[in-house]
């Protein structure tokens, strides 16, 4: 299983709220390392979403934000789209494996 | 506009070996630190190795460390990875992706499109 643990889907109805968890623990997120969430559709690469656990690179909406607080972190995302539905990844490092690791990966289904 | 160009992905036998190559274009890749990243098909992402800006250190992950080998030249501005002695766990696509940020606290910012590495008999 994957070092950091995220839910494997969620699903929300368009307009709605819906946040991501992401949970690390002490050697990775607790660490104070950052959080940085990724979105991927299907049969293409990852895109970068969120970096540095809450700042958005240029050309990603308002409507996808982050936060972080202790050992974990999260993805919120408001205003639900249909063009939402995708894979989404956290990432962070870890000292005790001296690498980079990622969440499991959770599915949003817009309703 | 940065573009990152995997090949080398294919069919090969468990035992065998493959070099995968990743062509950088629109920034000056001998500044970034590099990555690959590889996914099974269906599942989630799983971060592979990690070469710095000269090529003097690197990282693996340990389902993958004395097996692979992560190298780049900055002069063709091309990374690669050697992979060794494949098992069918290997079975992936792999994308080679550029770092940003601080030191060990970063993110990768930009993806190339994937190679396939199948293994099998």
């Known amino acids: 299983q994957s070092v950091l643990t995220q839910p494997p889907s969620v699903s929300g109805a368009p307009g709605q709220r819906v946040t991501i968890s992401c949970t690390g623990s002490?050697?990775?997120?607790?660490?104070?390392?950052?959080v940085h969430w990724y979105q991927q559709f299907p049969g293409t690469a990852p895109n970068l979403l969120i970096y540095?656990?809450?700042n958005r690179p240029s050309g990603v909406p308002d409507r996808f934000s982050g936060s972080k607080s202790g050992t974990s972190a999260s993805l919120a995302i408001t205003g639900l789209q249909a063009e939402d539905e995708a894979d989404y990844y956290c990432?962070?490092?870890?000292?005790?494996?001296?690498?980079?690791?990622f969440g499991g990966g959770t599915k949003l289904t817009v309703l | 506009e940065v573009q990152l160009v995997e090949s080398g992905g294919g069919l090969v036998q468990p035992g065998g070996s493959l070099r995968l190559s990743c062509a950088a274009s629109?920034?000056?890749?001998?500044?970034?630190?590099m990555h690959w990243v590889r996914q099974t098909p269906g599942k989630g992402l799983v971060w592979v190795s990690h070469?710095?800006?000269?090529?003097?250190?690197?990282r693996y992950a340990d389902s993958v460390k004395g097996r692979f080998t992560i190298s780049r030249d900055n002069a063709k501005n091309t990374l690669y990875l050697q992979m060794n002695s494949l098992r069918a766990e290997d079975m992936a696509v792999y994308y080679c992706?550029?770092?940003?940020?601080?030191?060990?606290?970063?993110?990768?910012?930009?993806w190339g499109q994937g190679t396939l590495v199948t293994v099998s008999s």
């Open positions: 002490s050697s990775n997120i607790g660490a104070g390392y950052d």
């Open positions: 992706a550029r770092d940003q940020g601080s030191g060990w606290n970063s993110w990768f910012d930009s």
């Open positions: 070469i710095n800006s000269d090529g003097s250190s690197t």
């Open positions: 629109g920034f000056t890749f001998s500044s970034y630190w």
């Open positions: 540095g656990s809450s």
């Open positions: 990432q962070s490092h870890d000292s005790s494996l001296s690498g980079w690791v």
